[in-house]
């Protein structure tokens, strides 16, 4: 018996025309993949520049709470951890400095203004690092103890500015404008604080304890601008959840 032969199939032709067609997919799906990649690139370097003003955020918080501490009882170790945050500060300012040129180019307009946001956030962090710092230094080699008026002043900003760094913190964990208007309502508590201290300590200028306590003035002086930092983020909070400024209407909302 004779075995059928099975036919072999016929292969058809690729023609010019298939050829085109799927040169043509090829390339969309190369551009799908390069544009998801970019995508997900963009995300990524904005997602890490939130993340480092997150961590800015916390770290300005920490120095402050030490200064509180320094304040209150002189910890060697507390001012130890003032320097140290500052330094980090700094790392994270020149982070976001050297990423963000690159990352700003590849995103739209609202992902730019976060991004610009990222870096306003981080010139006011870094700085309040600086002040931190420099409070502690004016104070740091002062043989004779702090008179118990000034202390509690100081301790009183310190505690105020720990807040208000928190509130920034969350404000921009969350988008929440709430928090920034905290942080507006309680500056003037803050200025009101140093005034009194100068207010003090200037009012008999010859005396030898008002020339004496010259570094007081000085730490009260760096704390008072922190103040000021916290309410610059509290303003740029407004920006980044909002899209609004509020330059030349926070005092409105401070006395609010």
Same mark, same amino acid.
């Given at each position: ?12 032709? $690729? ?17 799908? &993949? ?19 003003? #997150? ?54 307009? !609202? ?24 409070? #502690? ?17 100081? #301790? ?11 509130? #920034? ?55 008072? &601008? ?7 983020? !509290? ?11 509020? $330059?030349?209407?926070? $005092? ?5």
């Amino acid at each position: 018996m004779t075995r059928k032969q099975v036919p072999t199939p016929r292969l058809k032709r $690729r023609t010019n025309s298939n050829r085109s067609r799927t040169a043509e997919a090829r390339t969309r799906l190369a551009q799908t &993949r390069s544009h998801t990649a970019g995508n997900n690139n963009d995300d990524f370097a904005e997602d890490e520049l939130s993340a480092l003003v #997150v961590r800015g955020c916390l770290i300005a918080r920490d120095a402050v709470f030490n200064v509180r501490d320094f304040l209150a009882d002189g910890s060697r170790l507390a001012f130890l951890a003032i320097k140290d945050c500052e330094k980090e500060l700094d790392q994270i300012e020149r982070k976001i400095d050297d990423q963000l040129p690159e990352a700003i180019t590849r995103v739209g307009e !609202a992902k730019a203004r976060e991004l610009l946001a990222c870096l306003k956030f981080i010139t006011d962090l870094e700085r309040i690092g600086d002040l931190a710092y420099s409070a #502690v230094m004016q104070l740091q080699s002062r043989r004779e103890k702090l008179p118990a008026a000034d202390s509690r002043q100081l #301790v009183e900003m310190a505690s105020l500015l720990r807040e208000m760094l928190e509130q #920034v913190h969350q404000g921009f964990l969350k988008r929440d404008v709430s928090f920034a208007h905290s942080v507006l309502q309680s500056d003037p508590e803050v200025d009101r604080l140093c005034h009194s201290l100068f207010h003090r300590h200037l009012a008999e200028p010859n005396s030898p304890t008002g020339q004496r306590n010259f570094d007081i003035l000085l730490a009260a002086q760096a704390l008072e &601008r922190i103040g000021d930092h916290a309410k610059n983020l !509290a303003e740029e909070l407004y920006s980044l959840s909002e899209g609004r400024s509020l $330059r030349h209407n926070a $005092r409105k909302l401070s006395t609010a």
